[in-house]
C-alpha cells in the first residue's frame, strides 16, 4: 500500500505532503482546491504520461515522490517511486533511486496502485473494450489461450498471405517462362568463368603488341646473357671473385651470398624471358577469337547485372524461378495444406477462447448482478452479449471470433439494451464500481484510488456507495476523492484540500483532519459555506450512521 505521498512545484500546488495509512481515505475541498491535481500527481509518479505544463509557474521542474509497501515472498518491502519533470519537457523516473523508462515505471506500478477517474466511465462506453473486461476476469485462463491464437493467427496470416501472392503471380510468371528459358540458355551457352573478362583482357593486350614485346624481350636477353659481355656472365666473374675471399670476413661472406643470389635470379630470368619470347607468335585467329568471346561476355555483362558474378548471381536466380514455375502446383498445394491445418488449429484455439470467455462472462454476470444489487441498483439486470455470425471463418482474428457487448435493464421488466446506449451517470458509475469490487477480489493490487466515483449520485445512493468503498477498504487500501458528505462519512481517515494566497501567489495545502475538524468539513459538504448547529448535528449523526452501519 501507499504510506506516503510528496508533491512539489506540481501545478498549483507549491508542497503537499501526505502520510497514508490503510482502511479507506476521503479527500475532500472546495472545487477548484486542486484534489484531482492530487490525483493527477499521483498517476504521474506510477508512469503515465509528463507535460511540461504540469510544473508550477515560476519553477524549474516538478517533483512527486510516493513511498509505498509491497508484500513479497520473504516479507513487507519498501519501495520508493519517484518522477521529475522539467519546465524545459525533460523527465525522469526512478525506483528506489535508480533511474528506469517510463514504460519500466509503468509496468512496476501496475501491480501496486489502480487508479479510477472519469476516463474509466468513458471506457465502459466503448463496446470495443467490454471484451478485454471480460479477458481480465479469469485472466490466469483466458491469457494463455489469447497469446497462442495471436501466435497462430500471425502464422495463418502469413501463410494465407503466401498463398494469394502466389496465385497473384502465377499468371504473370508463366507468361515469363519462354523468356526466362531464353536468358538461361544464353547465359548457360556462353558458361562465363569467373574473371573470364580479366584474363582475356591480358590476352588480348599481349596478343595486340605481340612484336612489340617480343623486340624488348630480345633486347632484354641479349644484355642478360646473349651479349658480350652478358650479365648473367659479369655477375658469375663476381660471384667466383668473391668466393675466393668469403672465408676472411663475415661481411665478406654476406656480400659473396648476395651476389650468388643475384646470379641464380638472372638465370631464373633468362629463363623465363625465354618462355615468354617463344609464345610471341602471332595468331590472327585467336586475335579475333579473343576479340570476339570478351564482346560477347561484355554484351551479357551489360543484360545480367554489370560483372560475371552478378550474371552468375542472375543464373542462379532464373534457375530457382523457373523451378518454382515449373513446381507452382505443388508449392500451391503444400501452401494449402499449410494453411488448412492453420486454420484448423485457429478455429480451436478460438472455440476454446469463445467456451473461457462465455464461462467467465456467466460468473461476471452473477457477480455484477449481486455488486449492482448492493449499490442500490437492485432492479437492474446486466448480462454479457456474445454476437456470433453463421461463418466463423469471416470472424478469425488474433483476438478470437467474439464480439462481446455488455447489456442492462435498469429497470424490472424493460428488456436487455446496450449499455453505451441506456446507462445515466450515475449509473456508469456504479456500474464501474461494481466492476471494480468484482476484479479487485482477484487482481491482488493493494491501493485503489477513485476519482468521481460519485458522478451523478446523491442521497442514499451515494450512502451506500460510500458503505461499499468502506467494506472493500477491509483488504485493500481505499483513497477516494469526493465531494458527497454521505461518502465522506465512511470515511477512517479524512484529509480536507484547501487552496490559499498571498500577495504573490495562490497555493494549495492538505490538512489530515481530527474528529472535532472532521465534523466541521462534512458539515461543510452538507450545507455550504454557512455551518449552522443543524448542519454539524447532522454531521455528527451521519459520522455515527455510518460508523455503526460498519461495524
Excluded at 479469469?138 to 489461450?145: I, N
Excluded at 456508469?428 to 461494481?434: D, E, G, Q, T
Excluded at 481517515?493 to 481530527?514: G, P, R, Y
Aim: proline share 2%; charged share 25%; with cysteine.
Amino acid at each position: 500500500m501507499i504510506t506516503r505521498i510528496l508533491i512539489r512545484d506540481f501545478a498549483i500546488i507549491e508542497e503537499v505532503d501526505i502520510d497514508l495509512t490503510s482502511g479507506f481515505s476521503v479527500i475532500t475541498g472546495e472545487t477548484g482546491a486542486g484534489k484531482s491535481i492530487i490525483i493527477e500527481a499521483v498517476s504521474l509518479a506510477l508512469g503515465s504520461r509528463a507535460d511540461s505544463a504540469m510544473v508550477r509557474a515560476g519553477k524549474q521542474k516538478a517533483f512527486i515522490q510516493i513511498v509505498a509497501e509491497i508484500q513479497e515472498d520473504d516479507g513487507v518491502r519498501e519501495v520508493i517511486l519517484t518522477r521529475e519533470v522539467s519546465a524545459s519537457g525533460k523527465s525522469a523516473a526512478k525506483i528506489d533511486g535508480e533511474i528506469v523508462s517510463v514504460a519500466q515505471l509503468s509496468a512496476f506500478s501496475a501491480r501496486l496502485a489502480d487508479i479510477h477517474g472519469q476516463y474509466d466511465h468513458q471506457s465502459l462506453l466503448k463496446t470495443e473494450n467490454h471484451i478485454a473486461l471480460v479477458d481480465s476476469y479469469h485472466s490466469l485462463v483466458t491469457a494463455p489461450l489469447k497469446e497462442q491464437t495471436a501466435g497462430e493467427w500471425k502464422l495463418y496470416s502469413s501463410l494465407k498471405a503466401q498463398l494469394t501472392s502466389l496465385l497473384a503471380d502465377e499468371a504473370a510468371a508463366r507468361r515469363r517462362l519462354d523468356f526466362m528459358r531464353f536468358e538461361l540458355d544464353e547465359i548457360t551457352n556462353a558458361n562465363p568463368r569467373p574473371e573470364e573478362d580479366a584474363a582475356l583482357r591480358e590476352r588480348l593486350a599481349i596478343l595486340q603488341n605481340s612484336g612489340f614485346i617480343f623486340e624488348k624481350l630480345s633486347e632484354a636477353a641479349e644484355l642478360l646473357y646473349d651479349g658480350a659481355p652478358s650479365a648473367e656472365e659479369l655477375l658469375g666473374k663476381a660471384m667466383r671473385a668473391m668466393q675466393n675471399i668469403s672465408a676472411y670476413s663475415e661481411e665478406l661472406s654476406s656480400a659473396a651470398r648476395s651476389i650468388s643470389d643475384s646470379y641464380y635470379i638472372i638465370e631464373d630470368l633468362a629463363s623465363s624471358i625465354r618462355a615468354n619470347m617463344g609464345k610471341m607468335e602471332f595468331s590472327p585467329e585467336e586475335l579475333n577469337d579473343t576479340i570476339s568471346r570478351l564482346d560477347l561476355l561484355e554484351r551479357l555483362c551489360a543484360k545480367y547485372g554489370g560483372s560475371i558474378p552478378k550474371m552468375l548471381e542472375y543464373r542462379q536466380k532464373l534457375l530457382t524461378d523457373l523451378e518454382n514455375i515449373e513446381n507452382i502446383d505443388s508449392l500451391k498445394e503444400d501452401l494449402s495444406s499449410r494453411l488448412n491445418h492453420a486454420e484448423e488449429k485457429l478455429i480451436d484455439l478460438s472455440a476454446r477462447l469463445t467456451a473461457a470467455r462465455k464461462e467467465a462472462a456467466a460468473e461476471l454476470e452473477v457477480k455484477i448482478n449481486a455488486e449492482l444489487a448492493s449499490l442500490n441498483f437492485s432492479n437492474a439486470s446486466f448480462a454479457v452479449s456474445f454476437t456470433e455470425t453463421a461463418d466463423i471463418r469471416s470472424r478469425l482474428s488474433g483476438n478470437g471470433v467474439d464480439n462481446v457487448e455488455f447489456l442492462i435493464s435498469s429497470n424490472r421488466g424493460q428488456p436487455l439494451l446496450p449499455l453505451t446506449k441506456v446507462a445515466s451517470g450515475g449509473e456508469m458509475s456504479r456500474m464501474m464500481l461494481a466492476f471494480k469490487s468484482v476484479t479487485g477480489s482477484y487482481d491482488q493490487i493493494p491501493t485503489m484510488i477513485f476519482d468521481e466515483i460519485d458522478s451523478g449520485i446523491s442521497g442514499v445512493t451515494a450512502s451506500i456507495v460510500g458503505e461499499k468503498l468502506a467494506g472493500m477498504a477491509r483488504h485493500r487500501q481505499i483513497v477516494c476523492i469526493t465531494h458527497l458528505p454521505q461518502i465522506a462519512a465512511f470515511g477512517h481517515n479524512h484529509f480536507m484540500i484547501q487552496k490559499n494566497s498571498d500577495d504573490e501567489k495562490t497555493f494549495t495545502v492538505i490538512t489530515a483532519l481530527k474528529d472535532s475538524e472532521r465534523v466541521q468539513e462534512i458539515a461543510r459538504l452538507l450545507g455550504g459555506a454557512n455551518i449552522t448547529e443543524t448542519t454539524l448535528k447532522s454531521a455528527r449523526e451521519l459520522i455515527d450512521i455510518s460508523s455503526r452501519r460498519l461495524s
